[in-house]
Structures are given as C-alpha cells and as structure tokens.
C-alpha cells in the first residue's frame, strides 16, 4: 500500500520561505508522476507543481513559477517543494500526490492522480 506523508508545513510572514517534504513509502516511485497540489478554504484543488519521479523532469503552475521549487531525493524517496517569496494568497493546505506507471508530464488535474497524503498548512500572515 502506498502512503505519502506530509510536513513542513507552518506560519510564517509574507516574503519568507518553507520546505515541503513528502515522504512515500510502500514501492518503488522510479515510474510515478508526482504533483503537489493546495486547496485554499472555499477554493478548488489546485495544481501547483510536479515531478518526473524517474526522469526530475519539473512543471508549475503559472502563479509559481520562479518562488517554487520541487525537487526529489530518490534514496530517501522523498519528493520536495521549497517555497519561496511567500504571498498572502498562497495560504492553503498543500497536498502530495502520486500517479502510478505514468511517463508523461504530471496531471493538472486532482482526479488523475491514485495516492493523496493528508496535507499539510500553509499560511502565510502580512
């Protein structure tokens, strides 16, 4: 059984920074796509980031691109984001993700991916 786990997460002040970690256990992760996604209250699951678990191939969102950053520790199979230059509007539980035998770039969309962990909070206060 596959299990994703969450940390990370915390308060920290508008401008600042925090690494994500999601720690996957139960198989091998060489033939996943792993995304990040964040769900802010009222709001929709969103995509954030994702990896290439084989290849560390990488996307983002739009609204990300050049603050966040995923990376993965393939011997730890651990799959990080390191947030940067934090805004007001990036609080949000953020979620890990994993999508069996799957080469090509991670899904957008939250309905795609097979495995979720439970989160972790993000917030971000002015």
């Known amino acids: 059984q596959v299990q994703l786990v969450e940390s990370g997460g915390g308060l920290v002040q508008a401008g600042g920074s925090l690494r994500l970690s999601c720690a996957a256990s139960?198989?091998?992760?060489?033939?996943?796509?792993m995304g990040w996604f964040r769900q802010a209250p009222g709001k929709e699951r969103e995509f954030v980031s994702g990896?290439?678990?084989?290849?560390?191939?990488?996307y983002y969102a739009d609204s990300v691109k050049g603050r966040f950053t995923i990376s993965r520790d393939n011997p730890k199979n651990t799959v990080y984001l390191q947030i940067s230059s934090l805004k007001i509007e990036d609080t949000a539980v953020y979620y890990c993700?994993?999508?069996?035998?799957?080469?090509?770039?991670?899904?957008?969309?939250?309905?795609?991916?097979?495995?979720w962990g439970q989160g972790t909070q993000v917030t971000v206060s002015s």
């Open positions: 993700a994993a999508k069996n035998t799957w080469y090509g770039p991670p899904p957008r969309l939250r309905s795609e991916y097979d495995y």
């Open positions: 139960g198989r091998s992760f060489s033939s996943y796509a």
């Open positions: 990896i290439k678990w084989g290849a560390g191939t990488t």
